[in-house]
C-alpha cells in the first residue's frame, strides 16, 4: 500500500553561504572564505531531509521566476520531492539567506523573504486536497502566519496530524498551538514562547499547557527533551565532533516526519531524528549535509 505523503508548507531561500574564523561582532568585518550559493530555507531543507530519508513528500510554497527558483524547484524534484503546489511568481525575488558559518560550526543568518511572503490562503486551498489525504502536515514560521494557519485548520478538519517547527519564534495565537500535535522547538524558541527561562523540562511542560499534545524541545549537542501524556524525559544526543551546525534542526524535523509517517512512537522516532541531525553536523552545509536511511539505520543502536 502506498503510504500517505508528508506535506511540507514552508520557505525556498537561496543559501548564500561564507565561512569564516569566526562571526564578526557589530561593525566588525572578518574575513571568509569558501563561498558557495545553495537551494536552502527551512520548508525546502525539511522536505529534502524527508524524502532523503525514505519519506514521500510533497511541498506547499513560492519561488520567483529567477535563477534561484529554478534552481530551488531542480533540487526538490532531484530529491523527489513533489512540487506541484510550488508556485513560481513573476517579478518576485526568490528568499534569500545569508549565513556565515564559523569554524567551531556555529552559524549566524540573515533572511530576506522574497516570494516567500507571497504564499496566501488561495494557493494553500489549492492544495488542500492534498493536505487531507496527507500523513502528517508540517510547517515553520518563515511563511506568513496566516496561511500557515489556514493550511492547520485545513488539517484539523480531516484529522491531519500538525508538525509545528516554530522557527523563527514569534508571538503565536494560542489557537494556532492548541491545533498542534507535536511541536519542535529549540531552546531559545522554546523560551520566546513560554516567556520563561526554565530549564528544558519545565519549558517542555510549559508548552505542552498550551495545547500540543506532544513537545520537542532540541537542545544542540545537550540532546532533546520530550513532554507528553506520559511525563516528561531528557534524551542524549549522540556525541560527534561538529563541522556545520546549519540544517541541522531542519534534518531533526524532516527525519522525525519520515518517521511519524513509518507509524513508530515519538521517542523512538525522536531518536531516529537525532541520529540523522547528528550525521549532518558533522559535514559541511544544510542539505548537503542530510543523511540517507541507510547511513541513520547504520548509527541505530544494536
Same mark, same amino acid.
Given at each position: 500500500?502506498?503510504?500517505?505523503?508528508? !506535506?511540507?508548507?514552508?520557505?525556498?531561500?537561496?543559501?548564500?553561504?561564507?565561512?569564516?574564523?569566526?562571526?564578526? /561582532?557589530?561593525?566588525?568585518?572578518?574575513?571568509?572564505?569558501?563561498?558557495?550559493?545553495?537551494?536552502?530555507?527551512?520548508?525546502?531543507?525539511?522536505? +529534502?531531509?524527508?524524502?532523503?530519508?525514505?519519506?514521500?513528500?510533497?511541498?506547499?510554497?513560492?519561488?520567483?521566476?529567477?535563477?534561484?527558483?529554478?534552481?530551488?524547484?531542480?533540487?526538490?524534484?532531484?530529491?523527489?520531492?513533489?512540487?506541484?503546489?510550488?508556485?513560481?511568481?513573476?517579478?518576485?525575488?526568490?528568499?534569500?539567506?545569508?549565513?556565515?558559518?564559523?569554524?567551531?560550526?556555529?552559524?549566524?543568518?540573515?533572511?530576506?523573504?522574497?516570494?516567500?511572503? $507571497?504564499?496566501?490562503?488561495?494557493?494553500?486551498?489549492?492544495?488542500?486536497?492534498?493536505?487531507?489525504?496527507?500523513?502528517?502536515?508540517?510547517?515553520?514560521?518563515?511563511?506568513?502566519?496566516?496561511?500557515?494557519?489556514?493550511?492547520?485548520?485545513?488539517?484539523?478538519?480531516?484529522?491531519?496530524?500538525?508538525?509545528?517547527?516554530?522557527?523563527?519564534?514569534?508571538?503565536?495565537?494560542?489557537?494556532?498551538?492548541?491545533?498542534?500535535?507535536?511541536? +519542535?522547538?529549540?531552546?531559545?524558541?522554546?523560551?520566546?514562547?513560554?516567556?520563561?527561562?526554565?530549564?528544558?523540562?519545565?519549558?517542555?511542560?510549559?508548552?505542552?499547557?498550551?495545547?500540543?499534545?506532544?513537545? +520537542?524541545?532540541?537542545?544542540?549537542?545537550?540532546? !532533546? $527533551? !520530550?513532554?507528553?501524556? /506520559?511525563?516528561?524525559? /531528557?534524551?542524549?544526543?549522540?556525541?560527534?565532533?561538529?563541522?556545520?551546525?546549519?540544517?541541522?534542526?531542519?534534518?531533526?524535523?524532516?527525519?522525525?516526519?519520515?518517521?511519524?509517517?513509518?507509524?513508530?512512537?515519538?521517542?523512538?522516532?525522536?531518536?531516529?531524528?537525532? /541520529?540523522?541531525?547528528?550525521?549532518? +553536523?558533522?559535514?559541511?552545509?544544510?542539505?548537503?549535509?542530510?543523511?540517507?536511511?541507510?547511513? $541513520?539505520?547504520?548509527?541505530?543502536?544494536?
Amino acid at each position: 500500500m502506498t503510504k500517505k505523503p508528508i !506535506i511540507v508548507l514552508g520557505s525556498v531561500n537561496a543559501d548564500l553561504m561564507l565561512r569564516c574564523e569566526r562571526l564578526p /561582532r557589530p561593525g566588525e568585518t572578518v574575513h571568509g572564505q569558501d563561498f558557495e550559493t545553495v537551494p536552502g530555507g527551512k520548508g525546502a531543507n525539511q522536505a +529534502v531531509a524527508a524524502a532523503r530519508l525514505g519519506g514521500r513528500v510533497e511541498f506547499i510554497g513560492c519561488v520567483g521566476d529567477d535563477a534561484f527558483g529554478a534552481a530551488a524547484r531542480a533540487t526538490l524534484e532531484r530529491e523527489g520531492v513533489v512540487t506541484t503546489h510550488l508556485r513560481a511568481l513573476a517579478g518576485v525575488a526568490t528568499g534569500i539567506a545569508m549565513i556565515l558559518v564559523e569554524r567551531s560550526g556555529q552559524n549566524s543568518i540573515a533572511l530576506a523573504a522574497g516570494a516567500n511572503a $507571497c504564499l496566501d490562503a488561495a494557493q494553500v486551498d489549492d492544495a488542500a486536497a492534498a493536505i487531507a489525504g496527507a500523513a502528517l502536515l508540517v510547517c515553520q514560521l518563515e511563511s506568513p502566519l496566516a496561511a500557515v494557519q489556514h493550511a492547520i485548520g485545513i488539517a484539523r478538519r480531516h484529522g491531519v496530524p500538525v508538525l509545528l517547527n516554530p522557527a523563527p519564534a514569534q508571538p503565536l495565537p494560542p489557537a494556532l498551538l492548541a491545533a498542534v500535535d507535536i511541536l +519542535v522547538p529549540n531552546e531559545s524558541e522554546a523560551v520566546q514562547l513560554s516567556s520563561a527561562s526554565l530549564d528544558s523540562a519545565a519549558m517542555a511542560s510549559a508548552l505542552r499547557s498550551l495545547g500540543p499534545e506532544t513537545v +520537542v524541545v532540541t537542545l544542540g549537542g545537550e540532546g !532533546i $527533551c !520530550i513532554a507528553d501524556r /506520559r511525563g516528561v524525559r /531528557r534524551c542524549a544526543a549522540p556525541r560527534v565532533q561538529p563541522l556545520d551546525t546549519t540544517g541541522a534542526g531542519d534534518t531533526f524535523i524532516g527525519a522525525l516526519a519520515v518517521a511519524l509517517q513509518d507509524g513508530v512512537d515519538i521517542d523512538e522516532g525522536a531518536a531516529f531524528a537525532q /541520529r540523522a541531525a547528528a550525521i549532518s +553536523v558533522t559535514r559541511a552545509g544544510a542539505m548537503a549535509s542530510m543523511p540517507t536511511r541507510a547511513e $541513520c539505520e547504520s548509527q541505530a543502536p544494536r
